[in-house]
């Protein structure tokens, strides 16, 4: 007899609950019966546009994500209970034992993303599998809804690695869905005291503030670049710098040329000016990288966190006259898995503004439509036990 499990099938972009096989543990890997399991701003896109994304994969040599054409159960964001281990497998923890894990899974000869492949089924379900060695046992007295955040904590706390924020520096965040809500908390956590929100969204301002900005802005109504420098001071500072720069060269004339930007710099060292912003790109729609490009000062480093799929357009030559650094930022490492979990847990983030709703599995197509609209949802979780 064939036994049979609840989850939520993602197929040509309809998402349906179904029966589906059990997971049955192969060597190496571990079973957690699903407590919680957080639905991604990543999950909405790939419901719509996983064959770009697998298409991108594929020219990147891996061949097994996820396409609108499979049968696929989402969901990366989980935490459980150990329910049983494969044959010869490591019993790293006790039956029973809540656990957070990395969304991997090492499945048919290879490594795949949880709840982004058919070949590893992902948390919209009732059990999922995964790799022992990537599981961290939940901390005591540390219940299953926040527990649930360490995934999409992670992803930010690697954006603030990335973005290399000092505590002086000032931190602007674009975009204040659950990821970026998540980078300022953890631009919080590590100790960056100036932090500037921005979101057109009441609702998601407000829970901004709840999160630790510094400064929440308005963008319809005020620039969030206006309220630490005014971009045109910046660009009239460069001027004054590169007039500083000629004053330097005409005492040093032994000294061979050096590109402006490198004067500047030094000039920023010597204290003439503070060095530009980083900036956080959490919305991930197409003219955002250029309004970053065209709108923030002098030198700013940006990161950018928020997805957006397909084509987009900038201007370079406006990015090398402002010397503005981009770096995209993916995913996380397992220490940085973690330290979210030990910093949810110790109260050091604080994640629980963040969950706006629990759904049952029934819920999770309803779930999806209802994350469109920002004043009534950041997080929503899946309890499957529902
Ligand atoms: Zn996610």
């Not at 639905?39 to 040599?61: F, K, N, Q, V, W």
Request: charged share 20%; with cysteine.
């Amino acid at each position: 007899m064939m036994l049979a499990m609840r989850a939520v099938v993602c197929h040509q972009a309809e998402l349906t609950v179904d029966e589906v096989p059990d997971p049955r543990p192969e060597q190496g890997q571990l079973l957690i019966t699903v407590e919680r399991c957080g639905i991604c701003g990543s999950d909405l896109h790939a419901r719509l546009h996983c064959d770009e994304t697998a298409a991108d994969a594929a020219t990147l040599g891996y061949d097994h994500m996820m396409r609108s054409t499979d049968r696929v159960v989402m969901g990366h964001e989980f935490v459980g209970t150990v329910t049983d281990y494969g044959p010869r497998t490591r019993k790293l923890f006790p039956i029973g034992t809540r656990v957070v894990s990395l969304p991997v899974l090492r499945a048919s000869g290879a490594m795949h993303l949880t709840g982004l492949s058919a070949l590893a089924p992902g948390g919209y379900a009732e059990q999922v599998l995964a790799v022992p060695s990537m599981t961290m046992r939940v901390p005591d007295g540390l219940d299953a809804d926040a527990a649930a955040l360490t995934e999409p904590m992670s992803v930010a706390l690697h954006a603030v690695h990335r973005g290399q924020v000092g505590a002086k520096d000032t931190a602007v965040v674009l975009g204040c869905g659950p990821i970026g809500l998540a980078v300022i908390a953890m631009l919080k956590a590590t100790g960056v005291r100036h932090v500037i929100a921005s979101d057109f969204s009441p609702g998601r301002r407000a829970l901004a503030e709840r999160m630790g900005a510094d400064v929440v802005v308005d963008p319809a109504q005020e620039s969030p670049w206006a309220s630490f420098a005014e971009s045109k001071r910046y660009l009239t500072d460069s001027m004054e710098l590169i007039g500083f720069g000629v004053d330097a060269m005409d005492k040093l004339r032994a000294v061979p040329l050096l590109p402006w930007a490198t004067l500047m710099r030094g000039a920023v060292k010597a204290g003439a000016s503070p060095r530009g912003p980083v900036v956080f790109e959490c919305v991930g729609v197409p003219g955002m990288i250029e309004h970053v490009i065209a709108n923030a000062p002098l030198l700013s480093r940006v990161v950018v966190v928020g997805v957006c799929m397909g084509a987009d357009a900038l201007r370079p030559a406006m990015a090398i006259s402002k010397e503005i650094e981009l770096r995209f930022v993916l995913g996380y490492d397992p220490s940085e898995f973690h330290q979210a979990l030990q910093w949810i847990a110790s109260g050091k983030v604080d994640v629980r503004p963040l969950i706006t709703g629990t759904v049952g599995l029934d819920g999770v197509p309803g779930a999806f439509d209802e994350l469109g609209d920002p004043e009534r949802h950041a997080k929503i979780l899946v309890d499957p036990t529902r």
